[in-house]
């Protein structure tokens, strides 16, 4: 059972640093969490933003060091992308999506389709980098659902409590503009949440309302979360009740048979 | 400028009322505010379904009245749906995006692509109709823009101060599975929040972040609306900061000319 939330609550957790490869990131969101003198209640969700994840995993790439494959030369110059990103972005999928001026869409080996196979072509260098390195790039995490797991069980040991993580990442969307938080890992909080056959207000069935639990969630901590000066990659969210779910991020995802775009 | 919040609270918004055509909505959510003892204040946003402003507009067609054109015939046949909703789903909408068993996918003629060109099907009856009648669609908002503005105009005037006004649905995605919540109206919120051009950490230049800050807060507020028994049309998002902004929900709209799977 999933009750809507008459009053919910989101917090910017203080005090995360910026991790680099081979971080605990359970055990330093753990410790965000008490030195910020926040107690983990039943229900609440964290969402950490997979920027944060990748890091703490050191999926950086350095370009320069990055060989190009004959596709991805051939692919770069009809897109007029760099082809060592081009190459990183094949690596990371299962199939190209759209290909054209300026854009590339996959869909990831993870199962999702999002541009540039969601990859941080920003720089973000790892630390402890020689000053002349990079630049960088940076994957997504290489198992979000596991890494969602791990910090849930992390944190479900030290509050004694059932709560959610999610990872999230910033997706564009095919039809509308703007990016929009969206959940890549999920533990915990059922991630996609079936509303079918509960009673509308006159008492007969809904029609369709499968809602996507995780991808709202995620979408509403960005709006806390910020990507730029700020940088908050921790997120709480708290007021939701659901029971705890197995159920992974790959359950919002269509799968190819099922894509009417493709 | 918009700075993220660092913390940002959702309320459903007590007391509203499931109204009927010719409600004065804006002096109906006002009174729902004041009645809940809720004095707004710079910078909040109120979410309302679309369904209760289409509720207000009188947006109710009864199906059994529907003469369906000899084009909704026969895609109703190839879809499988009742042709008097396609009849009624090309009439809100200029052009079919995907049509096949099951699924109609529509260019609103509000600009954006959405399943069912956004009918709620469900039957939700009129107040006053007969016990005989429908069954009942719910087109969308004759001009949620506009709705919204309305809406933002008489609780500016209330409250003496600047507000946002979204008019939300909720949308299936292409690609992912399950709904969230989408805005289709927008007034005094900036629909789109350009981040590029701000310093990231390391006070390099953001790449692509222009998020749907619009989108965004729709999908928050789904999480404490409901749309099922608990009825929680109006939600209140607190903690954002903007300059008003007198863009539309439009502008969160691809136009057909850039759309990567037209």
Chains 1, 2 share one sequence.
Request: glycine fraction near 10%; hydrophobic fraction near 45%; include cysteine.
């Amino acid at each position: 059972m999933i009750a809507c939330a008459a009053r919910l609550e989101l917090l910017a957790v203080p005090g995360v640093p910026l991790v680099g490869p081979g971080a605990d990131l359970p055990a330093i969101l753990a410790h965000a969490l008490s030195s910020g003198g926040i107690r983990l209640a039943k229900g609440d969700v964290l969402v950490v933003s997979s920027k944060l994840v990748s890091r703490a995993e050191g999926r950086f790439v350095e370009l320069p060091k990055v060989v190009p494959s004959p596709r991805a030369l051939d692919l770069a110059l009809r897109v007029g992308k760099d082809a060592r990103l081009v190459e990183l972005i094949l690596r990371e999928s299962s199939a190209v999506s759209r290909a054209t001026r300026g854009v590339l869409v996959a869909r990831h080996r993870l199962g999702f389709i999002v541009a540039n196979a969601g990859i941080d072509a920003s720089n973000a260098v790892p630390p402890g980098s020689a000053a002349d390195s990079g630049p960088w790039a940076l994957l997504l995490p290489e198992a979000p659902d596991a890494s969602a797991a791990a910090i849930r069980a992390r944190l479900e040991l030290e509050s004694r409590t059932s709560v959610g993580v999610v990872v999230s990442d910033s997706f564009g969307r095919p039809f509308r503009l703007g990016t929009v938080g969206a959940a890549i890992g999920v533990s915990g909080l059922p991630p996609l949440w079936d509303r079918r056959g509960e009673p509308d207000l006159f008492g007969r069935l809904l029609e369709q309302t499968v809602t996507a639990l995780g991808d709202q969630v995620a979408a509403a901590a960005d709006l806390v979360a910020g990507q730029a000066a700020e940088g908050r990659p921790l997120v709480l969210v708290r007021g939701l009740t659901f029971d705890p779910s197995e159920q992974g991020a790959q359950s919002l995802t269509r799968r190819p048979e099922e894509d009417l775009y493709a």
